[in-house]
């Protein structure tokens, strides 16, 4: 028997259709539920910061957005795309072609170079940019052949999105990457963010408990245990230069 699901009417312009989506994680006995009837929609080329204090559920929206995990029940779909009800195969091929990954620790291969590094993603991908390219949309031309013991934390970083975005992916996911940096470094990682959203027109989420990186957004996300509990739309974006925290 062939299995039917409701169908979804995604408006053009509209990346990401969230509805009713809740995750519950079971440990032994105890029930923890991370995501409790969330509903938001993202739209194609917005910058979103996501905020939250720890345990508010942004780092599990930011995974089910980004197809590493699945909602227990909701809907969401990416355009046309049900995630919901994507196989593991799906969702691989939807990881690989359409999105881009930026954690607070950079992941980097400490025996390859920027270039090496970068040049893993473009090995894989369909469309994807030089890694020298890459490097130079992030300020890292200089760089190209050094390691990374031999660069800065903010330099690093730096690799790992010039590594995120060299496969022009649709949409770019960070979370806390500005997390283990000191205020000036992190806002230059903000700006490469910035310069990549204005760019290439990628749909940018940033997730952070940061509420000084808010400013910078197109739309500001709050969310307390599981839920949204507002969404505020900043009608004068503030350069990341500007930023204070």
Same mark, same amino acid.
């Given at each position: 028997?062939?299995?039917?699901?409701?169908?979804?009417?995604?408006?053009?312009?509209?990346?990401?259709?969230?509805?009713?989506?809740?995750?519950?994680?079971?440990?032994?006995?105890?029930?923890?539920?991370? &995501?409790?009837?969330?509903?938001?929609?993202?739209?194609?080329?917005?910058?979103?910061?996501?905020? *939250?204090?720890?345990?508010?559920?942004?780092?599990?929206? &930011?995974?089910?957005?980004?197809?590493?995990?699945?909602?227990?029940?909701?809907?969401?779909?990416?355009?046309?795309?049900?995630?919901?009800?994507?196989?593991?195969?799906?969702?691989?091929?939807?990881?690989?072609?359409?999105?881009?990954?930026?954690?607070?620790?950079?992941?980097?291969?400490?025996?390859?170079?920027?270039?090496?590094?970068?040049?893993?993603?473009?090995?894989?991908?369909?469309?994807?940019?030089?890694?020298?390219?890459?490097?130079?949309?992030? *300020? &890292?031309?200089?760089?190209?052949?050094?390691?990374?013991?031999?660069?800065?934390?903010?330099?690093?970083?730096?690799?790992?999105?010039?590594?995120?975005?060299? $496969?022009?992916?649709?949409?770019?996911?960070?979370?806390?990457?500005?997390?283990?940096?000191?205020?000036?470094?992190? $806002?230059?990682?903000?700006?490469?963010?910035?310069?990549?959203?204005?760019? &290439?027109?990628?749909?940018?989420?940033?997730?952070?408990?940061?509420? *000084?990186?808010?400013?910078?957004?197109?739309?500001?996300?709050?969310?307390?245990?599981?839920?949204?509990?507002?969404?505020?739309?900043?009608?004068?974006?503030?350069?990341?230069?500007?930023?204070?925290?």
């Amino acid at each position: 028997m062939v299995k039917s699901y409701p169908q979804i009417t995604v408006p053009s312009g509209v990346s990401f259709r969230v509805r009713e989506l809740t995750k519950t994680y079971r440990m032994g006995e105890v029930e923890v539920r991370a &995501l409790q009837s969330v509903s938001l929609d993202l739209y194609d080329g917005e910058f979103v910061v996501i905020l *939250g204090p720890s345990g508010s559920g942004k780092s599990t929206l &930011l995974n089910i957005l980004g197809g590493l995990d699945s909602p227990t029940s909701g809907t969401i779909f990416f355009h046309t795309r049900d995630l919901t009800h994507a196989s593991d195969a799906e969702l691989t091929y939807f990881r690989r072609d359409c999105v881009g990954f930026i954690f607070q620790f950079y992941n980097l291969i400490p025996s390859l170079t920027a270039r090496e590094n970068v040049a893993l993603v473009t090995e894989i991908a369909r469309y994807a940019m030089r890694p020298e390219e890459a490097l130079e949309r992030v *300020g &890292l031309s200089n760089r190209l052949d050094h390691f990374p013991a031999q660069m800065s934390g903010g330099e690093q970083q730096r690799v790992a999105i010039a590594r995120a975005i060299a $496969k022009r992916p649709e949409v770019l996911l960070c979370d806390e990457p500005t997390g283990a940096l000191d205020y000036k470094t992190g $806002k230059l990682v903000l700006e490469a963010l910035a310069q990549v959203n204005r760019e &290439l027109g990628t749909t940018t989420v940033v997730i952070t408990h940061n509420a *000084g990186i808010a400013a910078m957004a197109d739309r500001v996300i709050t969310m307390r245990s599981g839920e949204i509990v507002r969404i505020q739309q900043n009608d004068q974006k503030v350069s990341p230069d500007e930023l204070e925290w």
